[in-house]
């Protein structure tokens, strides 16, 4: 059964630095391309970055470019997302999910996990 | 950025037969699929490569379309499809429509 299990989220100060983890299993991890997809409280969804499978290919959303970097640990099976300089913007629950087809569809999503920005 | 439009919210009743319609701003050719997002829950794929039905994903579930006009149809509705419906493309990097508030009647 494929997994995927967010985790590292929390409560942090703007400006400040977190790190979230997304741990894969029940496939090859190191075969599909990952995401990073956000949801900010009731409203809709945002892509927010991507890694390929071989970390070859890495693209960022316009609103985290340059702040956040996408990275990948395949013989960890884990997903990573290293997020700077945080805004209250950022504010979201972020879901890695599994990239699947020629057509790049998201086949598998987390449960996400919460990051609050606020003083 | 290509833009999706969704219809905010539609009201049917067991079932009937509904329509969520997704527009693009630009073309996406076959490049658009859909998810069912519950309260609570994480999205679930039900549609690729705009008619591709998703394994395990109950045929009453169809979509059609391509280029900028997409459609996902229930046919029958049932209760359990109390949902928010977003449309997604990946034709040119990865954009989502604002969602489709699904209630019953």
């Known amino acids: 059964e494929v997994q995927l299990v967010e985790s590292g989220g929390g409560l942090v100060q703007p400006g400040r630095s977190l790190k979230l983890s997304c741990l894969a299993s029940?496939?090859?991890?190191?075969?599909?391309?990952m995401n990073w997809i956000r949801q900010a409280p009731g409203k809709g969804l945002e892509w927010v970055a991507s890694?390929?499978?071989?970390?070859?290919?890495?693209y960022y959303a316009d609103t985290v470019k340059g702040r956040f970097t996408i990275s990948r640990d395949n013989a960890k099976n884990t997903l990573y997302l290293q997020m700077t300089s945080l805004r209250s913007e950022d504010t979201a629950l972020y879901y890695c999910?599994?990239?699947?087809?020629?057509?790049?569809?998201?086949?598998?999503w987390g449960q996400g996990v919460m990051v609050t920005v606020s003083s | 950025d290509t833009v999706l439009t969704q219809s905010p919210a539609l009201a049917v009743s067991p079932g009937e037969r509904v329509t969520i319609s997704c527009r693009a701003s630009?073309?996406?050719?076959?490049?658009m699929h859909w998810y069912q997002q519950k309260p609570g829950q994480q999205p679930k794929l039900l549609i690729y490569?705009?008619?591709n039905l998703e394994s395990g994903v109950p045929a009453r579930f169809s979509g059609s379309g391509s280029g900028t006009d997409f459609t996902l149809t229930i046919d029958p509705v049932e209760a359990d499809d109390t949902a928010t419906y977003f449309c997604?493309?990946?034709?040119?990097?990865?954009?989502f429509g604002a969602g489709t508030k699904l209630e019953l009647k």
């Open positions: 890694i390929s499978s071989s970390s070859s290919y890495i």
């Open positions: 997604q493309q990946s034709w040119n990097d990865d954009t």
């Open positions: 999910a599994r990239r699947a087809g020629l057509l790049g569809y998201f086949d598998y």
């Open positions: 029940g496939f090859t991890f190191s075969n599909y391309g």
């Open positions: 490569g705009a008619s």
């Open positions: 630009e073309s996406v050719s076959t490049g």
